[in-house]
């Protein structure tokens, strides 16, 4: 069985940081990608906003490349954590963020954190 937590959103002001997290436990077998997606309120669409794989590799898309990074802390125990920083935040970053993990024969959504940007 895998469990996946996300935390980290919060309310913050135009040109803030927050840094989401995402913990996947359990019974975890590579390989294995963790992704993050946003939904705007109203959207139906989950848009991908970065990945990070079992072998460390971690990418975010291009429409956030210099403001948002994604990480990762291995711990024991079958435990991965995720990290999305995301600075200089904009009102158009305002979304729900879900964290998505995925290997070969099972995967797990998270029920999302609400980032809002606002003055």
């Known amino acids: 069985q895998v469990r996946l937590e996300e935390s980290g959103g919060d309310r913050v002001q135009p040109g803030g940081s927050l840094r989401l997290s995402c913990v996947v436990s359990?019974?975890?077998?590579?390989?294995?990608?963790v992704s993050w997606y946003r939904q705007a309120r109203g959207s139906r669409e989950h848009d991908l906003i970065g990945?990070?794989?079992?072998?460390?590799?971690?990418?975010?898309?291009d429409s956030v490349k210099g403001r948002f990074t994604i990480s990762r802390d291995s711990g024991g125990d079958n435990t991965v954590s995720v990290y999305l920083q995301m600075n200089n935040l904009k009102v158009d970053d305002t979304a729900d963020y879900l964290c998505?993990?995925?290997?070969?024969?099972?995967?797990?959504w998270g029920s999302g954190v609400t980032v809002f940007v606002s003055s």
């Open positions: 990945s990070m794989t079992s072998a460390g590799a971690g990418n975010v898309v």
């Open positions: 359990g019974n975890i077998t590579s390989p294995y990608a």
């Open positions: 998505y993990a995925k290997g070969g024969e099972w995967e797990i």
